[in-house]
């Protein structure tokens, strides 16, 4: 039976002070070391490994590989709180998460209209149709022939087809 590994924040850090003289370390490197699976158990080393950099116990470097992190030689904080400290935080915790619903003034009642009353508003809010220009009459080829004009008449290819 394979055991999994330990990939609690705490392990990270034991293991990445036991092993300080391999630095600097890549993150797949810290993963394969560890013996962490692709998937869900990479992701809880790369919290690790995130979670110590931005608490100081790792300096991470940015290079062409990628991002190689480094001992910085500061411990991890350790914050310690008495009971009545913890039960406090606790308590403003939940008090954010309650919602408290403040009623909502009722709202005026709405006046009753006829049906009537209901077209007329609609009607007025439809626009007036466009006005329609009278337009000239126009002359038709037989008009303008006897008025003295030539129609010149052009070959079409419909015309050429033979029938």
């Known amino acids: 039976m394979i055991t999994k590994p330990n990939l609690s924040p705490a392990a990270v850090r034991e293991w990445l002070s036991k092993n300080a003289e391999d630095l600097p370390w890549t993150m797949l490197g810290i993963c ?3 013996g ?3 998937g ?7 919290d690790a490994v995130r979670y110590c950099v931005t608490a100081g116990f790792l300096a991470r470097t940015d290079t062409k590989m990628g991002p190689v992190f480094q001992l910085t030689g500061q411990g ?3 914050v310690v709180l008495t009971d ?3 039960k406090e935080r606790k308590r403003a915790a939940d008090a954010k998460r309650v919602r408290i619903r403040v ?3 009722p709202r005026p009642p709405r006046p009753v209209q006829a049906r009537a009353a209901n077209v007329a508003i609609r009607a007025a809010n ?5 006005a329609v220009k009278p337009r000239d009459r126009v002359e038709t080829v037989e008009q303008f022939q006897a008025r003295g004009g030539e129609v010149q008449v052009l070959p079409t290819v419909w015309d050429r087809v033979a029938a």
């Open 40 to 46: 869900t158990e990479r992701a809880q080393v790369h």
């Open 76 to 78: 991890m904080p350790r």
């Open 103 to 105: 009623p909502r003034a």
């Open 36 to 38: 962490a699976s692709p």
């Open 84 to 86: 009545e400290e913890r």
């Open 126 to 130: 439809i626009p007036a149709p466009a």
């Open 32 to 34: 394969e070391a560890i």
